[in-house]
């Protein structure tokens, strides 16, 4: 029996980038292809020669030869083209592969090469058509010197992170041909390459070329370098010294500066905005220079102006162009949304929201006077979002980003667009910034206009509730109403659903019953409705996480959707259990983990009654896990599948196991240790900690529960107390409620500690402040782990304390914000609000089980909740 080895697909390119699969399905995150066109690169639809496989993964079409045996890494090549190049590109050089019997995948579609390259595309998948996999460093050399001819002289976006060949569009890095993965002291897991002596560590993608710390470049890669350096040597650096990133998107960057002056000193300070050539491409065709040219042309049409800013040099360094323009201190007004939001604190007063209030409404009727200017001068502005407006510390707003101004009936048309501030009927003209300013009167509120794309007959559910929460003019909610209402749609749509659709319109009345009636039916309605069981790569749709991990997973995948409906007792379908077995059993990479692999699909299949195919799927999985501790991907959750199972079983092989996952998990709590990588439930030490509450219940070894405590006080530390009292997880400068990421994950586990030492008083209060960041009333997503779904559940999990009731039902039914008709049933807007989403992580699955917890019943979250609390079930 031999093992196949293939390159890994490009699984890195779907992590936060959830545009890019919002394309195609007007409902669900899905690949980005040409479903309506059909249409396919032309040598995608050749078959493969004699002795080669083929065979399409995701975006990439692969050609491999039968007897081809990869290494797990080494050199690589990518090939660039421009999108009108693209098809010739690669045909040419796939002849050159099969004829030199060179492994290679190439995108499928001329639609994903250009979203690929498109201004908000990941920067480091950018720029690739092609991969070229070369067995050995002589090898290398040989296709570039047989490639580099054939393509000499051709026009390329460049692939930043990688090392260009020559002047052509050949680009050479470093990394993992099969898909392998590690987890890092931040606890995020990332694909993996080897160290020398086996570890594995980060495949880095760096947006500059550097090479793994032990390897040495061979010949051909020092020559290289060496003439870049030479080259280097003779071009003129930047004219202004570089203090600090703002920005960055696939076009380039935007740069807080100072000019050099002549005696090697700096000047005051400019923002310089970079553009990178071929790249950047908007709907289109148009690339990152081409708007540049744009924006600075405006700047200076515009001057004068007050909320512009001043156009200061234009120049060219090494093949990027920058502007540097007048810099304006202050911050976005998404910034400002974020901080000062009164709707994002727990309980905020009377007087906070009415001076919250004064001042949205101040920066509304500023910009109003903004759009006014840039109209009469002929211009309209094009691209206005909470981003591209800047509010100044004395209280005056500035307009940023003026790269698709243009003047209406002589300019072409904008085809770049913020999601959630255009719609159909206003993508052109001065329309155009009159709609997205009406989204603003809302967005300043309530920051949902993204959801109107998926039922624009939201606008009088959101309308009614800025005016429930805010002390706004009754003309401006009616601005709101009459500016964002599509043509053709009748008043009050979405406020008073007629009688057959309340039990499924985000309207509707079961948002605000106490109970669970109605609800829960009308989310499994629309689960069901949206099964694919036909489909092989998904059975359930959600985040674009689930389109590249077999399916099967427990947090995107169908093991979590029929979790979901299992423990809340809705009916699972025969065929979708089925479905999951299928998916568990064909998956190549025997990925482990509890939510994010098959130890995950194990555990449900055991729940569903099907111990055969469980204990196959685990012994796939293994009963060992890499460097990884966390509940996720890691030892935390692969050791509460091995202890739920050993429970079920008895067997001696789980027992012991689970012995070496708890002296591991011990060991890393160890004071004189480094504390765990992560933080919070599903990355940090508070997943480790309900690993050991897990024994503990069996054991009643108080030393489990001296563990537990020693791990959760780890990720207390990473969190910080509000004035008010509230207490979030800090992740960089962003303090998270959440459950899957924030304080929430870690409140759920703490309470289950303080059940059996109610006298920690250290622990008690911080349990109180993360039940007060709950309360929270503006939270963007709806989903369990990164929004609303994971605070209810949090709070109903402590339905015992003083006033929690009241505090559960506005939680509840405020999910009404989230929620979208689809088919007979009830939706939920996935994360990022681009599309819907069922998964349990994100979607109606989450919610699902949120409000069965809201009504009464034990929270069932594999690993996070103690079985003993579900009721009756082992």
Known sequence: MTTEKRPRKGVDDVKRNHHMFAGDDPHFYDHP?????????????????????????GSWFFL?????????????????????????????????????????????????????????????????????YPADEARLRTVLDGLGPLLAGRRAPYVLGDLRWQDGPLYLRYGGFLERWCTPENGERVLAIAAPDGTLVPDRRDPYFTLPPWLEAPECVAEQLRADEAAAAGQPGLPYAIERALHFSNGGGVYLARERDGDGGEGGPVVLREARPLAGLDGAGRDAVDRLRTEARALRALAGLEFVPRLIDEFTVWEHHYLAEEYVEGETLRQFLARSNPLTRPEPSAEDLARYTARALDIIDQLQRAVDGIHARGYAFGDLHPANVLLRPDGRICLVDFEVAHRPGLDPEPAVACPGFVAPHALSGFARDDYALDCIRLSLFLPYTMLLDLDPDKVDQLADAMAEFFPVPAAH?????????????SAGAGRTPDAGRAAEHPGGRPFDRPDAEGLPGALTRAIRAAATPQRADRLFPGDPAGLNDGGYTLAHGAAGVLHALHSTGQDVDEEHTDWLWRAARRSRDRRPGLYDGLHGAALVLHRLGRGPEAWEVLQRAGTTSPGDLSLRSGLAGLGLVLHRLHRATGDGGLRDALDRATERLAAALDPAAPPPAGAGLLTGPSGIAAFFLHLHQDSGDPAHLDLAARALRADLEQCRTSEEGAVNLLDGTRLLPYLGNGSAGTGLVLGQYLRHRPDDEELARALDGILLAARARLVIFGGLFHGRAGLLALLAEHRDRPGAAERIARQRRLLAWHAVPYRDGTAIAGDQLHRLSTDLATGAAGVLLAVHAAAGAPLDLPGATLPALVAGRP
Not at 72 to 86: F, R
Not at 477 to 489: M, N
């Open 64 to 132: 491999t030869p039968e007897r081809a045996e990869l290494p797990d890494q080494g050199w690589k090549i990518h090939v660039s083209a421009v999108p009108a190049e693209a098809a010739e590109v690669i045909d040419l050089v796939s002849a050159y592969c099969l004829e030199a019997g060179l492994p290679h995948k190439f995108l499928a579609t001329p639609r994903i090469h250009h979203l690929n390259n498109s201004k908000y595309a990941r920067r480091g998948s950018s720029g690739k058509l092609m991969t070229l």
């Open 477 to 489: 909610t009616e601005r709101v109403r009459r500016g964002l209402r599509r043509p053709g749609r």
């Open 33 to 57: 292809v040409d479903r309506a066109e059909k249409r396919r690169f032309a040598a995608a639809d050749r078959p493969a020669p004699a002795g080669w496989r083929s065979h399409q993964d």
